[in-house]
């Protein structure tokens, strides 16, 4: 079985250029989450869908970031203008289901590292 | 807003040497995980922990999830080359579409052949 699949692994831009990471989650997942990973940190979320829907986006820096999950399986995040400050690891995971639903085990991908000169 | 604080935040032993990190907090959490991180990759799950005072193990590690649910250990037995890496736990909260999983900072982990 396939994992998450994330993409670019890796992105380097100069600050106030757009950048989006993509995601596909595992086959049969409906719940898909975005964290951000500072250096040294523990992963924080930024949005979690169920299905189609942003069931809590209240993390999401909402001036400069942007997410969709269209059709309620790939999702990508993106992010305009990147700042100096949005260096870090864009991870992101998915479930079969919600955090109460007894599925709730998440599955990470590898990351999509972004540096931002 | 609310915290895991791990410990410690970083070890470095001999081969062969059991470890012991635990994570606290100031609040409840009804589901305690801890993952495993290694460079370049995204956290990998070890060991899910559902009911307060359960004890469970996963080949050469065992967690425990405290009876006040405020706080979760994670021992590694005879460690070996291959657990280096940083470990993370991680607290469930909330209820439905609040709940929300929190992260601690994570313990970085080295291993000396």
């Known amino acids: 079985e396939a994992g998450v699949v994330q993409s670019p692994r890796y992105k380097i831009i100069e600050k106030k250029q757009p950048v989006a990471f993509w995601c596909n989650p595992i086959s049969g997942h409906n719940t898909l989450y975005w964290y951000l990973q500072n250096l040294g940190q523990g992963p924080e979320l930024l949005i979690r869908?169920?299905?189609?829907?942003?069931?809590?986006d209240s993390q999401l820096p909402k001036d400069r970031f942007s997410a969709e999950r269209l059709k309620g399986v790939d999702s990508t995040l993106k992010i305009q203008p990147a700042e100096l400050g949005d260096s870090a690891v864009y991870l992101c995971?998915?479930?079969?289901?919600?955090?109460?639903?007894?599925?709730?085990?998440?599955?990470f991908g590898a990351g999509s590292r972004l540096t931002v000169l | 807003g609310q915290q895991l604080n791990q410990s410690p935040q970083s070890m470095f032993i001999q081969e062969g040497e059991d470890v012991s990190m635990n994570c606290t907090s100031s609040?409840?959490?009804?589901?305690w995980l801890w993952y495993k991180q290694e460079p370049g990759e995204g956290p990998v799950l070890l060991i899910a922990?559902?009911?307060?005072?359960e004890l469970t193990s996963n080949g050469r590690l065992t967690a425990q999830f405290g009876i006040t649910r405020k706080d979760s250990f994670l021992n590694i037995s005879a460690s070996i080359p291959s657990d280096v890496g940083i470990y993370f736990c991680a607290g469930l909260n909330g209820s439905g579409n609040t709940g929300k999983l929190i992260f601690g900072q994570g313990t970085t982990l080295q291993v000396k052949p």
């Open positions: 869908y169920e299905n189609e829907e942003a069931v809590d």
């Open positions: 922990l559902y009911k307060a005072g």
């Open positions: 995971a998915s479930s079969l289901g919600g955090p109460y639903s007894g599925a709730n085990v998440l599955t």
């Open positions: 609040s409840i959490f009804n589901t």
